[in-house]
């Protein structure tokens, strides 16, 4: 059984500029949620995809977009970077909506 | 908005006694309540969960309660050991849609040895 991999593991971008992370869900998960968790903070809900259709979404502004594709891997764009989105980038997938999730290592985002 | 309440932030146990870390959530309507450890630099994880129909739920060490009314759900990790050491995390589903968790803000346990 393969579990949650994202890449990279770490970025350091520039203010205004755009990133893409990178997902791949655990075998047999069809579903796939992405966190923003800032230092010392608990995660916090971005959106999630399911059968690559956006299922929900968390209060984080347009410029946070997401896709799915058809072997439910995922990427979370980020466009306009600001300072303030420096964070711990967490995916997780799950089998269907709703059960727990297992969660990625994160990519560490830095923007200067 | 709805949220999640996570005490303490941090806690200090003597290796052997029992830790306790309590959550308050706002939305009636959740019903699924996942626990995460969350070790320095590493993923979160999974550890026990519990759903609205069940008031307590057991792994070995680990157990969580759950009391609908107050809208209080407890982890509780008896005979700690300092792999135990790590934050801990609670979330909720918000309302039906259990997709989405509002997590809590963290407890970081020490287990002394």
């Known amino acids: 059984e393969t579990g949650v991999t994202q890449s990279p593991t770490h970025l350091i971008k520039t203010r205004g500029q755009q990133v893409t992370l990178r997902c791949s869900s655990q075998?047999?998960?069809?579903?796939v949620s992405w966190y923003q968790q800032a230092l010392g903070q608990g995660p916090q809900f971005i959106f999630q995809?399911?059968?690559?259709?956006?299922?929900g979404r968390g209060n984080f502004p347009p410029r946070f977009s997401g896709l799915q594709f058809p072997n439910y891997s995922s990427e979370l764009n980020v466009n306009a970077l600001e300072l303030d989105d420096s964070a711990l980038y967490l995916c997780?997938?799950?089998?269907?909506?709703?059960?727990?999730?297992?969660f990625g290592s994160g990519t560490r985002l830095t923007v200067v | 908005g709805e949220n999640v309440e996570q005490h303490p932030s941090t806690l200090s146990v003597q290796e052997g006694d029992s830790a306790v870390i309590k959550c308050t959530y706002s939305?009636?309507?959740?019903?699924?309540f996942p626990w995460y450890k969350q070790e320095l630099g590493k993923r979160p994880q999974l550890i026990i969960d519990?759903?609205?129909?069940?008031g307590e739920k057991k792994d070995q060490r680990i157990a969580v309660t759950l009391n609908k009314t107050a809208k209080h759900f407890s982890l509780h990790i008896t005979e700690t050991q300092p792999e135990d050491s790590a934050v801990y995390f609670c979330?909720?589903?918000?309302?039906?849609?259990?997709?989405?968790?509002?997590f809590g803000t963290g407890t970081r346990l020490k287990v002394l040895a």
């Open positions: 997780a997938s799950s089998p269907k909506t709703g059960d727990g999730y297992t």
């Open positions: 075998s047999g998960h069809n579903t």
């Open positions: 995809y399911y059968r690559e259709e956006e299922n």
């Open positions: 939305d009636s309507a959740s019903n699924y």
């Open positions: 519990i759903r609205s129909n069940v």
């Open positions: 979330a909720a589903s918000l309302g039906g849609m259990t997709y989405k968790y509002i």
